[in-house]
């Protein structure tokens, strides 16, 4: 058991260093270990050097300038600044922020922050399929509101808001836009001009970089948003986020942006086949399966999938050399079912009977058929054992039973 | 965790030897046949809660020992693993015996984590269940889970009930 090797098919959770990433990161831990901000002598002057080319590489990624990259300690804090800092310094323009129910946390304990602070807050519900549309966020709009926060793609289910309709709406309406675009660089084109974005935040360790560096972008024009800093303390960032620059951090992050930009094109239709023969490879050989999101307005390298009748525990314990995640509450530390797939409305028992597989650069297609094996294996297995799936076998329908259901979890 | 507990390099979500061998073999999975007689049924939990346990027993009525057992789970590794081991201490065990087995017998057994220390709570509620339903067959009452699906159906409960409904459809 501890011999097998472990398929890894959880790239949205993280994604392995590129070892081109890591030759580009070495040299800025050894010899070349100066402080960027140490103006006076050469050991500075390099790792500034290092620092702006990584900036340009960000910027170049998402059509931006290396002015408007800011470099943090991850999308988390890109988010925090993002909103908190928007909301501080343009509060002479309103108290108003929206965001959608399903945003990471980054982004909803963030709201949360405020709304217990008096800031109002607006959480869009979504559709079936996890989507807004640009009409809910104008409706939403008052001369209140002052910034409007959705990401571009979730992390649990791949699902695409339309963005570009949602930054034009903005617009329309002079409110600042910020995109979490964590789970979507990389994986989808970006241009913060064409999809109308003002704000945006990224992290390296889900493109192939190191874990603890991030970026944020701030439009410097048409409109300038320059938020106020989470971070105070010299004034680095212009301003808006100080500390000493994590160089080695930046100059992977750079690298892997590269990369991106390099690769996108090729990669993409790649993991799309490839995710495509894991869904279609489970789905016919199991009934009552079904994708949690949109089919079609996704990534490319995830699927999740509800498999009727069990729960996601059980399936990730006995297929367990594929590292996966599951939405189901036997999960979570904290015993919740996935926020995410309960705002798209799915029923508690495909909430808890969830998987997310999630693809990346390094998945070939026998780790894909390996994986199809052991899911249609176990599901069948549990199956068998499920008292559900005898139920619904001989024809009963689960909603109607009335279930002795006394304890509590 | 005590260190003689694993002897594996890798434990699975905090998951002891014993957890995982009841969960990859689990003992008397399945159902008995609708024509069998003195077999009595407790199901807990729900699909809404991520857990639910069906327990039959087959019981006889003169000597009320559990002469065979059968379960089937839907839920967790701990959640298969709790019902598992439990049939297999109450097999050939009279009523009396089985009724003592608590749930944290069954927690310290399997070495159960404390977050999933509930799912032996289910596994003792379902065999209390299905010792109710022998007492209530014994006394006359109405029974919750009759399994008999041939006969014409009782005025409660949820299998019979869901029984009637599915009798609608085209099948």
């Known amino acids: 058991m501890s011999e097998q090797p472990l398929i890894y098919l959880d790239y949205n959770a993280t994604t392995p260093v590129d070892p081109r990433v890591l030759d580009a990161m070495l040299p800025y831990f050894r010899e070349k270990f100066g402080n960027a901000a140490s103006t006076s002598h050469a050991y500075g002057w390099e790792a500034a050097d290092a620092v702006e080319h990584a900036r340009q590489q960000v910027a170049d990624l998402i059509n931006a300038t290396p002015k408007e990259i800011v470099f943090t300690s991850g999308a988390s804090e890109s988010d925090n600044i993002a909103i908190k800092g928007v909301m501080e310094k343009y509060a002479n323009k309103g108290n108003h922020l929206i965001t959608v129910s399903t945003e990471h946390k980054a982004v909803l304990d963030t709201a949360k922050y405020l709304e217990d602070r008096g800031c109002k807050v607006t959480y869009l519900p979504v559709d079936k399929y996890g989507r807004i549309t640009p009409e809910q966020v104008e409706e939403a709009i008052t001369d209140d509101t002052v910034l409007i926060s959705v990401m571009l793609a979730n992390n649990e289910t791949g699902v695409l808001q339309p963005v570009k309709e949602i930054g034009a709406v903005a617009e329309k309406h002079g409110v600042y836009f910020h995109c979490d675009a964590t789970q979507a660089v990389g994986k989808v084109p970006i241009d913060v001009r064409e999809m109308n974005i003002h704000l945006l935040s990224l992290s390296a360790h889900k493109i192939y970089g190191p874990k603890g560096v991030g970026a944020l972008y701030a439009r410097n024009r048409n409109p300038r948003v320059r938020p106020e800093a989470v971070i105070h303390g010299g004034g680095h960032e212009q301003k808006m986020r100080s500390g000493t620059l994590n160089v080695p951090g930046i100059v992977g992050l750079g690298a892997a942006c590269e990369i991106c930009m390099n690769e996108m094109e090729a990669e993409i239709p790649k993991l799309a086949t490839l995710r495509d023969r894991l869904e279609q490879g489970i789905m016919e050989q199991l009934d009552e399966v079904y994708i949690n999101g949109h089919p079609t307005e996704r990534l490319p390298n995830t699927t999740n999938l509800s498999f009727s009748y069990i729960e996601g525990e059980s399936i990730m314990l006995m297929a367990r050399d594929i590292a996966v995640s599951s939405g189901s509450a036997c999960t979570s530390a904290s015993l919740e079912k996935s926020f995410v797939l309960v705002a798209m409305g799915l029923t508690d028992a495909l909430c808890h009977a969830s998987l997310r597989f999630s693809l990346g650069r390094f998945t070939t297609k026998g780790e894909i058929d390996h994986t199809i094996e052991r899911i249609v294996k176990a599901v069948n297995r549990l199956r068998e054992m499920s008292p559900l799936y005898e139920l619904a076998q001989k024809g009963v329908d689960l909603d109607k039973v009335e279930w002795k259901d006394d304890h509590h979890h | ?171």
Not at chain 2, 99 to 110: G, V
Not at chain 2, 137 to 163: F, I
């Open chain 2, 1 to 171: 965790m005590t260190e003689d507990k694993n002897t594996s390099p890798r434990t699975i979500l905090g998951y002891s030897d014993k957890l995982m061998e009841h969960f990859e073999n689990p003992r008397n999975v399945g159902s008995f046949e609708e024509a069998e007689d003195n077999i009595f049924t407790g199901m807990v939990g729900s699909p809404a809660c991520g857990d639910t346990m069906r327990l039959q027993l087959k019981i006889n009525p003169d000597t009320e020992v559990i002469e065979d057992v059968k379960f089937k789970t839907y839920g967790c590794g701990s959640a298969i693993a709790s019902s598992s081991i439990l049939t297999e201490w109450i097999k050939g065990k009279t009523l009396e015996e089985a009724m003592a087995i608590k749930n944290i017998d069954i927690a310290k057994a399997l070495d159960l984590p404390p977050v999933k220390v509930h799912c032996s709570v289910l596994a003792q509620e379902a065999m209390q269940e299905a010792v109710e339903d022998y007492r209530k067959a014994k006394a006359g009452e109405e029974r919750t889970h009759e399994m008999k699906q041939a006969q014409t159906p009782c005025k409660l409960p949820p299998t019979d009930k869901a029984e009637q409904e599915s009798e609608k459809t085209d099948y």
